[in-house]
């Protein structure tokens, strides 16, 4: 027979291992949006495709936002602002997937 205390102890460094997993995924999920949103604000204010940090971010978050680009025509605000809704629509694509992901590792944890 399987002593209790072992089990017990199983179940808590298997709860320990999936918040840790939890954690990193949060803090992972936490810089794409930080991206994105950086993204979509420099978008927002026009700042000029020539410039370098704009180049790097573009850079940065061509691969998440690639399979949204294009789904959308863009809009503005006061017709100076765009508002590129692609990204937006990806930003709450990848927070949906965010979700999914710590509900599945809520019930890995159980």
């Given at each position: 027979m399987i002593d209790p205390r072992f089990i017990r102890?199983?179940?808590?460094?298997?709860?320990?291992?999936v918040a840790r997993v939890a954690r990193v995924?949060?803090?992972l999920f936490g810089i794409l949006y930080a991206l994105l949103l950086v993204r979509l604000a420099l978008a927002f204010f026009n700042a000029g495709t020539q410039a370098g940090f704009v180049q790097l971010i573009d850079r940065m978050t061509q691969?998440?936002?690639?399979?949204?680009?294009?789904?959308f025509a863009a809009s503005t605000i006061d017709g100076v602002h765009p508002v590129v809704w692609p990204l937006v629509v990806a930003i709450f694509a990848y927070m949906l997937l965010h979700g999914g992901i710590r509900?599945?590792?809520?019930i890995l944890a159980r």
């Open positions: 102890h199983h179940q808590l460094d298997r709860t320990v291992f995924i949060d803090y691969p998440f936002y690639g399979p949204f680009q294009g789904m509900g599945l590792l809520r």
